[in-house]
């Protein structure tokens, strides 16, 4: 399979951020192997239980240390199942991690998360150094289809070679202006522009009320971190991940408010990525139902 890489560069830069604060799922094939490892086996005669399982899912979980640290981490953040018995004696979302696949009429999209530390800074090496990693990551698992026909983009539908047209174009305008100017005119012909800021204004009031956070209202602005950001957003095809994409582009200029505001209220970039990226467009999964809503909203200014 093809692999398209982003512009976007990675390597793990061992800061540990990924190896305890977000749950670590552990698929049931790697149990029994974990559970003969010699390193869990000295966790558990120390006592320290290392898988938990969550009654209601039947699934199982790695468990951490008081500082939130998982149990399998050695020192200067190495994870000592990798040390000692490689790359896929890990659990696979550890593997994954911070890989997005998608497969597209091209070939195999790698995206990537930008709550990862050496994303945020880009720090990377050459994509071959990745490659049989994600070989293996794609030949074991399966991935979203997407482009193979048309999406839902309000009431129309945009083949995916017109989506590509439009994002080479968005993606090379993002230097100049940001994500609310570029959409702005596919998003709502007949509404001025005031009134599409106070929607927008609104929408990401609401946001930071479902999230429980408060933040200064802020204008986006155009900026090479909140650039590589939208673009790599774009070119991981976040837009064609599930529903209408006039609802996913209306949740990405929220993102984008959230992003300046928190820079507004003194957040550095790394936890502004956080946020959105943790919170809002990379990591959350359950905002189907705002998503519809937003496009809704939408469309009635487009009849
Ligand atoms: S957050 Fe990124 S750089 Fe840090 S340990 Fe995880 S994969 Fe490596």
New binding site residues.
């Given amino acids: 399979m093809k692999l398209l890489y982003p512009a976007q560069r990675y390597q793990?830069?061992?800061?540990?951020?990924?190896?305890g604060e977000w749950r670590i799922w552990v698929e049931p094939e790697l149990i029994p192997r974990l559970r003969q490892h010699p390193l869990a086996l000295r966790l558990e005669v120390a006592g320290h239980p290392y898988l938990s399982r969550d009654e209601e899912s039947g699934w199982s979980f790695l468990e951490y240390d008081s500082q939130r640290r998982c149990l399998f981490l050695q020192d200067e953040?190495l994870c000592g199942l990798h040390a000692s018995s490689g790359w896929l004696s890990k659990p696979r979302a550890c593997r994954q991690?911070?890989f997005f696949l998608v497969e597209t009429p091209e070939g195999v999209q790698v995206g990537l998360s930008f709550?990862?530390?050496?994303?945020q800074q880009d720090l990377g090496v050459d994509w071959a150094e990745h490659q049989a990693d994600l070989n293996q990551l794609i030949e074991s698992g399966c991935y979203l289809r997407i482009g193979f026909e048309p999406a839902q983009f309000g009431l129309d539908s945009l083949p995916w070679s017109d989506y590509q047209d439009w994002e080479r174009s968005w993606r090379l305008s993002l230097s100049e202006r940001s994500l609310e100017q570029i959409f702005y005119r596919h998003l709502n012909p007949i509404l001025p522009a005031p009134e599409f800021t106070r929607l927008l204004q609104g929408w990401t009031l609401s946001a930071c009320q479902l999230l429980q956070i408060q933040l200064p209202a802020a204008q986006p602005q155009v900026h090479p971190h909140s650039r590589r950001y939208f673009e790599h957003v774009l070119e991981r095809k976040y837009l064609w991940l599930g529903g209408d994409l006039l609802g996913r582009m209306a949740l990405m200029l929220v993102g984008e408010r959230l992003l300046w505001g928190a820079l507004g209220a003194g957040r550095s970039w790394s936890e502004a990525f956080d946020l959105v990226e943790g919170q809002w467009l990379g990591h959350r999964e359950d905002l189907g139902p705002i998503q519809a809503g937003l496009a809704q909203t939408l469309l009635q200014f487009q009849r």
Avoid: D, L, T
């Fill in positions: 793990c830069i061992q800061c540990g951020k990924s190896c953040h991690f911070p709550r990862c530390s050496a994303v």
